[in-house]
């Protein structure tokens, strides 16, 4: 937590801070396809266990250096609480491409394709037992954003391929650009 926090802080204080930042918020899921984790959980953990699918996040994404007027390089800092109801933190760099639209309802469409170093929970489990650990990778999390003025609405759909199986889970977040 003491390192997302530096980092955030980080961002906010450098001296080329005249580029956009969004606030990004909250974080909602839907678990399109479940892999086997929900009922390893049940049969080992917590019988009562369901998927975390209201995040609570909050995090910042800072635009740092404009490639041209549609092109864009950010650092994005995103902590939340993953699908076990366990902290989550990602840090991710990455490309934006502006879509701007005319005579529409939204002002733009942003595609973001950031790498990303994530840390979140896992299981590990075993015929006779199961237990959450701590797992980090990177990895390509592209995403999409709607605008209407400078809210937005992030939106993405997640492949995981783990111990347990093969899952994909639609997740969005709001945010606001300055």
């Known amino acids: 937590m003491s390192r997302f926090a530096a980092l955030l802080l980080l961002m906010l204080s450098s001296t080329a801070a005249a ?16 892999n086997d984790t929900e ?9 009562d266990f369901e998927y975390n699918e209201s995040h609570k996040g909050y995090g910042i994404k800072w635009y740092f250096y404009e490639l ?20 989550y933190n990602s840090i991710g760099i990455g490309f934006t491409r502006d879509f701007p639209l005319e005579d529409s309802f939204l002002d733009m469409i942003s595609l973001s394709m950031p790498i990303t170093y994530v840390d979140r929970s896992d299981i590990l489990y075993s015929d006779t037992s199961a237990e959450f650990i701590r797992k980090d ?34 997740f969005v977040r709001v945010g606001y650009r300055f």
């Open 19 to 34: 580029m956009d930042f969004e606030v990004k918020l909250g974080g909602w899921s839907d678990h399109l396809k479940k």
């Open 39 to 47: 009922a390893i959980i049940q049969d080992f953990i917590d019988p």
């Open 68 to 87: 041209s007027p549609k092109w864009q390089i950010n650092v994005e800092l995103w902590r939340m609480k993953d699908s076990h109801d366990m902290d």
């Open 137 to 170: 990778f990177v990895h390509f999390m592209p995403y999409l954003s709607f605008y209407k003025k400078d809210f937005h609405l992030d939106a993405t759909i997640l492949p995981h391929d783990t111990n347990t199986g093969f899952s994909i889970t639609a």
